[in-house]
């Protein structure tokens, strides 16, 4: 019987669909692109998708690319 006892991310977005929006965008944002950078930040903030942005956000660390203050 489906419950809406989940965390509010995951009515929005499934895991899954989280670590392939990450997956998508970890290239485009390590290649410095702004407007990719700002259309996924959008997403994570609207949909409330922690695990996409906790991904991406560890990829770029990983690799040495400084964040930009929105990643605050």
Do not use: K, T
Request: proline content about 7%; some cysteine.
């Amino acid at each position: 019987m489906p419950s809406l006892d989940v965390p509010r991310r995951a009515l929005l977005v499934g895991v899954d669909d989280s670590r392939e929006l990450a997956a998508q965008a970890i290239p485009a944002l390590l290649a410095g692109d702004d407007e990719a950078e700002a259309v996924f930040l959008n997403h994570c903030e609207i949909a409330g998708d922690s695990l996409a942005f906790m991904l991406a956000n560890r990829a770029l660390s990983r690799a040495g690319r400084p964040l930009s203050p929105r990643w605050n």
